[in-house]
T-cell receptor
Framework: QQQVKQSPQSLIVQKGGISIINCAYENTAFDYFPWYQQFPGKGPALLIAIRPDVSEKKEGRFTISFNKSAKQFSLHIMDSQPGDSATYFCAACMGGETGNQFYFGTGTSLTVIP | KAGVTQTPRYLIKTRGQQVTLSCSPISGHRSVSWYQQTPGQGLQFLFEYFSETQRNKGNFPGRFSGRQFSNSRSEMNVSTLELGDSALYLC????????????FGQGTRLTVV
């Protein structure tokens, strides 16, 4: 059972446009939601993360919007650039002493056309 | 500061063999997690080690095992390899265990023929 559902599977955006990737979760125990960016041949790299006590977090051109009641969160990439072309993964994590694992979405392949 | 180092980068094994993958976390990080990445299933959690103890385990068969040493380096072992084990195996290190950033290595690409 997929704990975190991510859409779309692939996305093509013109340079300068806005890329939007959505994720949804069910387990309300999740309390940390990171986004990772992965280029071919590389491991995922943390892009931006949010905790459920805030509804939005912005870092440069990247913004996470978080809707706790709907159990959804999304990544917005403003002014998308060809260098943003990569696979993006959302994830959810819960803390506690009994264990700590990340549940990843299935990924979105983003292509930014010049 | 050196990142997470995984060795080897590429590996080709025959069905039925066993394989050991290695992960050296960032200096000072005590938590190491392993993930399997495949095109169809995405990133799936294998297990997490903290202070040499397995703290959490994903839904994988017993052929997948791991361990962590006192210097936080970790190894993952897969026995009796199957074709379906072909994947990118990623390790992630974290300083602590509760909601801290995970830093991934470049992974080991395992191909089972």
């Amino acid at each position: 059972q997929q704990q975190v559902k991510q859409s779309p599977q692939s996305l093509i955006v013109q340079k300068g446009g806005i890329s939007i990737i959505n994720c949804a979760y069910e387990n309300t125990a999740f309390d940390y939601f990171p986004w990772y960016q992965q280029f071919p041949g590389k491991g995922p790299a943390l892009l931006i993360a949010i905790r459920p006590d805030v509804s939005e977090k912005k870092e440069g051109r990247f913004t996470i919007s978080f809707n706790k009641s709907a159990k959804q969160f999304s990544l917005h990439i403003m002014d998308s650039q060809p260098g943003d072309s990569a696979t993006y993964f959302c994830a959810a994590c819960m803390g506690g002493e009994t264990g700590n694992q990340f549940y990843f979405g299935t990924g979105t392949s983003l292509t930014v056309i010049p | 500061k050196a990142g997470v180092t995984q060795t080897p980068r590429y590996l080709i094994k025959t069905r039925g063999q066993q394989v050991t993958l290695s992960c050296s976390p960032i200096s000072g990080h005590r938590s190491v997690s392993w993930y399997q990445q495949t095109p169809g299933q995405g990133l799936q959690f294998l297990f997490e080690y903290f202070s040499e103890t397995q703290r959490n385990k994903g839904n994988f068969p017993g052929r997948f095992s791991g361990r962590q040493f006192s210097n936080s380096r970790s190894e993952m072992n897969v026995s009796t390899l199957e074709l379906g084990d072909s994947a990118l195996y990623l390790c992630a290190s974290r300083f602590g265990r509760v909601n801290t950033e995970a830093f991934f290595g470049q992974g080991t690409r395992l191909t089972v023929v």
